[in-house]
């Protein structure tokens, strides 16, 4: 056995592996040692490089530039972005749910484009209005759609033959006739629930039921929440009975949370349920995984027989602190360009074509691109079904509604979400709990408008 | 006269006997090598804690100018039904679930002892689902727990027990998520073996000869020598209850979509403070949120250092 170092020696050891050990904790707690200038390279948050299609337009955009630029993939995060802006480091341009952008703008944390598209010749008139009201604030536009989902009914064609039903048994402007086919076709094993038989989305999907019974969240200046208005609480007492008549909220959800929403055993093929509300997204999901389901795309109608399209989406925006303003302000044109839509479109098409699936349309926001995509690059597949959604999607674009941007962003939402949740889960009434919200959104509405808590 | 030493309960003893032991170079070694771990926990921890208790006097949401706010969070505290909300689940939570956890752990650790040289085997299979991502957990919660196709409600189907909507009826989310924490009490596990291990076999033997049966020995000689061991799980899980986030977060909130349908009973404290501060925006709120809880682990704490003078054995005690 070797004999121990004199003690001397073992000291300085001690003392060289004391001092070394510094920096090396130092640098665990997250000081970053390695350079890493910002400035060379332009940075993107939340625009992820998934399909054809968002690879085409980065293309575009970095045609466009004369800065490389990174993009940092994955879906926008609240907690990165604020850090970020904290640390005055953040992405030059980011990719976020319209939602958030009236919050966020509130704070001082964007930009306002005016100048923007002024210096680049945008004509944001040539954007759907619902996109850009919901990107407004107090008169400044704060964003400019990277996408635009619509809403629209899709029934399971094939359970409406086995059923003896028709399209018109979903039809969402009689709400009496919808309870009774609910009630006709949920179905039950054993006591478990094995088909729903209509999903009508909420919490989720609220401001839709509430805009067809003719009533709204808030105002349309974005400052005066309008949570417990009659038409509001009708709205709640009607869906929320949709899901009471089924087994309940629990049951419902159990089960739609077992869905295969992405595979081939999707709930529309497996018939396991009977028709819901969704994004336009969906349909091209069940289009390259089931084309040969019956798919029923109606659009949504209000209680006078109107058709409605409650529309939301991603927009791009211009963080406070971008070190490049004026090239975010390029990429954000080009991006959204009709343009560039356009040649999107066709490496979507092309990579439809490939899997052997129909190419459904895409839906823009940019009201001169979706014309074009319409007309230029989507044509009919022969896929019956298929080919007739799109046509209900094309037609529903110009019904879209928005719910208006407020200060009070995330937290608007969530008083709303929270008062259907309380409902569902039995705590509360439709009246009870929309009085409780109206009260908590007017707070943070009034406290975010003030600028202070 | 002896020369005060580091134990000496003399007044001024210790002051002496630290600037001496100072004096030493052994002793300036040491604090050398403690002086990364200082130089970390000053900047890392107690840094954030002077700030954040700073912050809760304003208004500070993270991205433009802050003004003092007085004791305005700390009223808000009261006034915010969530605030209350979130501490009865996260409460009701830590009171399911520690008790439970050292139950099961105490037993499986008991077990282990009987394994023999299996034990070693034994010992990595129970500690492996320590190592799973939180994240990982939630998800797993929600495969498991469905109530529909659910892997537990199938289980409890061949018994004849119809399952309840485990993820989705209010009632059964947080005993849902009691049930899941279970995953991860490796940690436990090896500390009871630990403690059960070093309980002297005449201690036992003694037992014996005084006629107490398996019960009694449990009662009167194995859990008075491992309760120290206890003591410190029962401390470190009811903190790591109280601050209980990952899992409820990941199942419940991880998503937009998914936080518009969660109820207000898979709201725990954490992530309600973690929302004001990175959803909505409310930093100084957040602060304020988190000084309630450090307020709240701390009273817990000390009430329970002060009922462990009845009930934890330590050896050499006089009691």
Redo the contacts between chains.
């Keep these: 056995m070797a004999a121990p170092p004199p003690k001397r020696i073992r000291?300085r050891l001690?003392?060289a592996?004391?001092?070394g050990?510094?920096p090396?904790?130092?640098a665990?707690?997250?000081v970053s040692l390695a350079g890493d200038d910002s400035s060379k390279s332009f940075t993107t948050m939340g625009y992820g490089l998934g399909d054809a299609l968002s690879g085409a337009r980065m293309d575009q955009a970095r045609k466009a530039l004369d800065i490389k630029i990174r993009v940092n993939e994955g879906?926008f995060d609240?907690?990165q972005f604020?850090?970020s802006?904290?640390a005055d480091d953040p992405p030059d341009v980011v990719n976020m749910?319209r939602a958030k952008i009236g919050?966020?703008a509130a704070?001082?944390?964007l930009l306002p484009l005016d100048a923007c598209a002024k210096k680049e010749h945008i004509n944001v008139d040539a954007y759907r209005d619902p996109a850009i009201d919901e990107a407004t604030l107090n008169g400044k536009l704060y964003g400019l759609p990277n996408s635009y989902d619509s809403r629209v009914m899709l029934i399971n064609g094939d359970l409406l033959k086995d059923e003896g039903l028709t399209p018109e048994d979903f039809d969402t402007s009689d709400w009496d006739r919808l309870e009774r086919t609910t009630k006709k076709l949920v179905k039950s094993d054993g006591?478990?629930?094995s088909r729903i038989g209509f999903n009508p989305k909420i919490?989720?999907f609220f401001p839709m039921w509430v805009k067809a019974n003719g009533g709204a969240l808030i105002t349309d200046d974005g400052r005066t929440a309008t949570l417990n208005s009659p038409k509001v609480v009708e709205a709640l007492e009607y869906t929320s009975n949709l899901l009471k008549i089924q087994g309940g909220?629990?049951?419902v959800?159990?089960?739609n949370?077992?869905f295969d929403m992405f595979g081939t055993k999707n709930p529309m093929a497996r018939k396991q349920i009977g028709a819901l509300p969704f994004e336009n997204w969906w349909v091209n999901v069940l289009a390259q995984n089931s084309p040969k389901t019956d798919l029923v795309a109606v659009p949504f109608k209000d209680r006078k027989g109107r058709t409605i399209n409650w529309t939301t989406g991603y927009s791009f925006a211009i963080p406070?602190g971008s070190k490049h303003p004026d090239e975010a302000c390029t990429f954000i044109k080009a991006m959204s360009s009709a343009k560039t839509w356009q040649i999107g479109a066709k490496a979507k098409r092309a990579e439809a074509k490939k899997n052997k699936g129909p190419y459904v349309g895409d839906f823009t926001g940019n009201a001169a691109a979706d014309r074009d995509i319409e007309t230029k690059i989507w044509k009919p597949s022969g896929n019956e079904a298929y080919d007739k959604a799109t046509r209900t999607l094309y037609d529903v674009q110009d019904k879209g509604f928005a719910v208006p941007a407020n200060a009070a962003g995330?937290?608007f939402?969530?008083a709303w979400?929270?008062a259907v949740?309380?409902v569902?889960?039995?705590?509360q009434t439709p009246k009870e709990a929309l009085d409780?919200a109206q009260k908590q959104a007017q707070s943070?509405l009034d406290i975010a408008n003030q600028?202070?808590? | 006269m002896t020369a005060p030493t580091l134990g000496d309960p003399r007044p001024g003893a210790r002051r002496g006997g630290l600037r001496a032991a100072f004096k030493r170079r052994d002793t300036r070694a040491a604090y050398l090598f403690i002086l990364p771990w200082m130089i970390g926990f000053l900047i890392f921890t107690a840094g954030p804690m002077i700030a954040s208790f700073v912050l809760s006097f304003t208004n500070y949401d993270g991205i433009g100018s802050t003004q003092g706010v007085g004791l305005a969070n700390y009223k808000q505290l009261f006034d915010d039904p969530s605030v209350a909300k979130s501490m009865m689940n996260t409460l009701l939570f830590t009171v399911l679930r520690v008790p439970l956890q050292m139950a099961i752990a105490l037993a499986l650790a008991m077990l282990l002892l009987r394994v023999g040289r299996a034990a070693g085997f034994f010992r990595t299979v129970f500690y492996l689902p320590v190592m799973t991502p939180h994240v990982a957990v939630g998800v797993l919660f929600l495969m498991l727990f469905n109530g529909n196709v659910g892997v537990i409600n199938k289980a409890l189907g061949y018994i004849g027990i119809t399952g309840p909507s485990w993820t989705t009826d209010g009632p059964w989310i947080k005993p849902g998520l009691v049930l899941i924490s279970l995953w991860s009490l490796g940690t436990t596990v090896v500390i009871y073996f630990a403690a059960l291990r070093n309980v002297p076999q005449d201690l036992y033997e003694a037992a014996e000869l005084d006629g107490a049966g398996p019960w009694g020995r449990f009662r009167h000689v194995t859990l008075p020598q491992i309760s120290g061991a206890l003591f410190f799980t029962l401390v470190v899980n009811t903190i790591g209850s109280l601050q209980t986030f990952t899992e409820a977060y990941t199942a419940f909130y991880g998503t937009g979509q998914a936080q518009s349908y969660t109820s207000d009973d898979a709201l725990f404290y954490v992530v309600y403070l973690f929302q004001q501060a990175f959803q909505f925006m409310h930093m100084g709120y957040a602060s304020a949120l988190a000084w309630l809880l450090f307020v709240v682990i701390v009273v817990i704490t000390v009430i329970q250092f002060r009922l462990s003078k009845r009930f934890v054995y330590y050896e050499g005690d006089a009691r």
């Design positions: 000291r001690a003392l592996a004391a001092f050990l510094l090396l904790t130092a665990c707690g997250g879906s609240e907690q604020l850090s802006v904290a749910d919050g966020y704070r001082g944390a006591g478990k629930l919490p989720e909220w629990g049951k959800k159990a089960l949370d077992s406070k995330s937290e939402t969530s979400q929270k949740n309380r569902l889960s039995g705590e409780q943070v600028g202070k808590r």
